[in-house]
């Protein structure tokens, strides 16, 4: 087998971003017509993987983030690049929550302080060059405002100005308790407000802090200028939360050099802003303190163009459900954040939809994504320690299927937003049940039937009338896979009188025998390639832990070729009979997850 690997390539990817780097030359082996041409490394051990056909990429579960392989390019990259996203914080929860500007909803959320390191954020903005995110973090009275940077890639925090030099000549006054936080295009600086309404100049890059001036000269005025941002033309703005004239709100034009205010237009009665962002197009966006609205507004004369009330978390986190009293706001064009589920959601299940959706499952729920990867819509919830690690979809009735082993229970979710509607028994409630190391369930839309595998049997169910029976079979099964193009049921069996497994072909009518092929030992993943009708099989051929993959011509259930799979240590089998196997027909590739002591994702270009 051939190895390779384009370092150019991997050169031109933003990996230092999303925590990655390039993996080292890939040696040279035996040819065989199988040749490695990537390796993407992950942080957990998973065997968690989905051919998203429709975006040409795949689809990796690692911990809590959903991970995606750009199959064109080889390559990982973030599933929300060049999709535009509002980062809000939650100052009650501690949540950096992502908003869609497209339809106001929730599209990720995540802890900013798992190590309450950080202690009041009410200013943050975007770098546009690195999709990272600055936070004004407001320490405790007596102590300079922290400006922090975090990456949305890989939840990592630094500090950038820990104790900012002051340009003041008055020492008296130093940047404490920043209310507003914007970075100016094309500079780079940031530009902030403190409590007492003074502007600041903040530069990253040499940690000088240039207090500019106070925005509100008339004498005894309230300070009343709070969230701040740069629209792309280099204009400062920024809103009023205290009340100005005639009790309303505001929004003000700021001079960055001089920090004098201009007043743009009053605010309708009651919608009080502490926060601000802008859009490429210009566009103005804050959140009603009082209501948890998404508002649009014009920045030419301060007028409210459309209103979202869609803040709503999609899963419950902390005290509530809601985006809360956001403080802050700030635009990315990248959705780094993408992928990633909640807070202690860990994914046991992926798996590709229709119309460019994709559905992940954790303990006891089960999430829609939409094409980016953002949350679509609140997950469907199942009461119990469901693992729900087998996901089965059916694109026609818009429907996934999933179950429970221990419960024997099938359940059904569809609709948008995803929810369960129905669920039923398949077989008497065990304490524990089996499904071996193979694809233990597959869908037959046809015929409309389940192909669950359990303690070496095939439990069939039949979707209309949810009843069940089992697959009469001589052998032991532990694997099940279907080709709903030319109506084939594949099961791999467990040996046999020969002590030999085999693959065997039926049909998925009467389930008469079409074809055998005895295969190594033990028959582990299996992956279909339905273009050319042909299957990749993960084949144990001896005692040890080494495993092969071999490519079946499904047309005469003969051999095409085939390769190891060695384990990367003495004893290491789950990087080898663990690993997780899918096709990409379209760039005639196949996708291996290697778990294991070096974690990984393999792509291999095979032969035609």
Known sequence: MKRKTSLLLCAALPLPLLGLTCPPDLPTLPDNGVTLVAE????????????????????????????????????????????????????????LVGVSPTDGRVKSFRPTNPDGAIQFVQGIACNEDTGTIYLADNAPAGR????????????????VLPEPILETIDPRFALEFVTGLARQPGTGHLFAVTIDDFLWRLEPQTGVAARIGLMNQQPGAAPDIQGLTFTSDGTLYGVNAMGGPLAQGFLARIDPVTADRVIVGLFPLGYLF?????????????VRASSNVLVQIDPADAAILREFTNLTIPVSFGPDHLFEQPQALTYCPDFFAAGRMPPGQSLRGVTAGANGKSFASTLGKVFAFDGGLGFDGAPAHVG???????LLVDPQQNAVFSRDGNGGTVFV???SPLELVQQFQYKDPVRTFSRGKSNSAAWDPVTRRLFFVDHLTVFIVNMDDASTEMLEFADPIEGVLMDEARRRLYVGTQGGPSGRSELVSLSPSDFSVLGRMPL?????????????????????????????????????????????????????????????????????????????????????????
């Open 384 to 390: 119990g320690l469901n693992a729900f690690e087998e």
């Open 413 to 415: 979710f569809g609709g």
């Open 144 to 159: 300079r405002t922290r400006i922090l940077e975090y990456n949305p890639a890989d939840e990592s925090v630094r500090t």
């Open 520 to 608: 190594g030992t033990q028959i582990h993943k299996m992956a279909l390639d339905a273009q050319r009708n042909r299957l990749a099989v993960n084949v144990r051929v001896n005692t040890s832990f080494t495993t092969q993959i071999v490519l079946v011509n499904l047309d005469d259930m003969s051999e095409i070729t085939r390769f190891d799979l060695p384990p990367d240590a003495d004893g290491d089998f789950e990087s080898t009979i663990d690993a997780v196997l899918a096709i990409d027909a379209e760039r005639n590739q196949l996708v291996v997850t290697r778990p294991g002591q070096r974690p990984r994702v393999e792509l291999y270009q095979l032969p035609q």
């Open 40 to 95: 993407i490394p992950t942080n957990l051990p998973s065997g968690i993987l989905a051919i998203d056909a429709a975006n040409g990429r795949a689809l990796i579960g690692d911990g809590e983030r959903i991970r995606t392989v750009d199959l064109e390019r080889r390559a990982e990259v973030s599933p929300g690049a060049g999709q535009g996203i509002l980062y809000g914080i939650d100052p009650n929860d501690d949540l």
């Open 274 to 286: 502490y926060c601000l962002a802008a859009t490429p197009d210009g566009m103005l966006w804050s």
